[in-house]
């Protein structure tokens, strides 16, 4: 005679170990994502002169709020000159965060661990005291660099090119460990099969270390794509230098401006909800174009 299974009781343990994670993950993400989504759709309607109580009260806007935000000049004019900065910040980073990872790598390179480290150690300072050491060297009366360069380095045809060297200095670091990981992680053998077949260091890094390290390259592009949509600190910290940074620079300029100094929350919430689809769709895009040409998935 055979005795009925007893069925096992769910463990309530890993929704215990959840718990803290979703409560943050509530707290500090969803709940401010779902109340800027309020405001968004909210307007301040003023009855009178809008000195008396109750004279100013919200009302629903629809989206209102959302449409001035697509059609605002401003904030395209601000887009326009972060896709500017973006694609040199790009460029040139990622292309030093590569070489400098192959570099290291390379079996004949010296002192590797010092220069490791030199390298990254920008990465550890803080982006405002970033901003603010390169915005002192570019000073025309402090600068050594104006010593040597006869060029307005906070003039507004070079204020961009600018912003980026403070980006550029203080990322390559964090880029340059990401890729110098995932090629520590390769196994030598396939390196060694090549010098057998008298493959140079240049032909192994063009045809072996290069295409093994195409995640790493793609997951260090989106990073990147979104900081450089960001960008935040760099033109804020920069402005008091310069009168060629407005404080619409960037996107996000113009949602601290609209927030803090005209005090229009709705107008900013908007604006943030524009961004933000925006960060989406090109990263998403981004990523759609590699995965189809890259890795030939449909």
């Known amino acids: 005679m055979t005795r009925p299974v007893k069925r096992r009781r769910p463990s309530l343990a890993p929704y ?56 605002d000049g401003e904030l395209w004019a601000g887009w326009l000159r972060v896709l500017g900065y973006g694609a040199l910040v790009l460029v040139v980073m990622l292309g030093l965060a590569l070489l400098f990872a192959l570099a290291l ?6 002192l590797a661990r ?14 405002v005291a970033a901003s603010l050491l390169w ?23 070079t204020i961009t090119y600018s912003m980026a060297n403070v980006a550029v200095w203080g ?10 990981t995932a090629l520590r992680a390769v196994p030598r053998d396939y390196y060694e099969a090549a010098r057998l077949d008298g493959a140079s260091e240049t032909r192994i890094a063009l045809l072996i270390k290069i295409p093994l390290l195409l995640p790493a390259l793609i997951l260090t592009t989106v990073f990147s794509i979104i900081a450089t949509i960001q960008v935040f600190t760099e033109p804020t910290t920069l402005r008091p230098f310069t009168n060629t940074i407005s404080s619409t620079w960037s996107p996000l300029m113009k949602v601290y401006r609209d927030a ?12 943030s909800i524009v961004i933000a689809a925006i960060s989406l769709v090109l990263s998403f895009g981004f990523l759609r174009v590699v995965r189809d040409r890259a890795f030939g998935e449909d």
């Not at 790598?105 to 010296?110: C, E, G, I, K, L």
């Not at 010092?114 to 982006?127: D, M, N, Q, S, W």
């Not at 009366?141 to 040597?148: D, E, G, H, Q």
């Open 16 to 71: 215990l170990f959840l718990t803290p994670a979703v409560v943050l993950f509530t707290l500090f993400l969803a709940v401010p994502i779902g109340y800027t989504g309020y405001l968004a759709t909210r307007r301040t309607q003023v009855s009178g002169l809008g000195l008396g109580s109750g004279s100013r009260r919200e009302v629903s806007a629809g989206f209102g709020n959302l449409a001035a935000a697509v059609t």
């Open 105 to 110: 790598d390379s079996a004949r390179v010296r």
């Open 114 to 127: 010092f220069t490791r480290i030199a390298i990254f150690l920008p990465y550890a300072v803080p982006g």
């Open 135 to 157: 915005g002192f060297l570019y000073l025309p009366s402090l600068s050594p660099i104006r010593a040597v360069l006869d060029v307005d380095l906070l003039g507004a045809t």
């Open 171 to 180: 990322g390559t670091g964090f880029n340059m460990l990401v890729l110098y």
């Open 260 to 271: 803090f100094v005209t005090g229009d929350l709705y107008s900013a919430a908007a604006t």
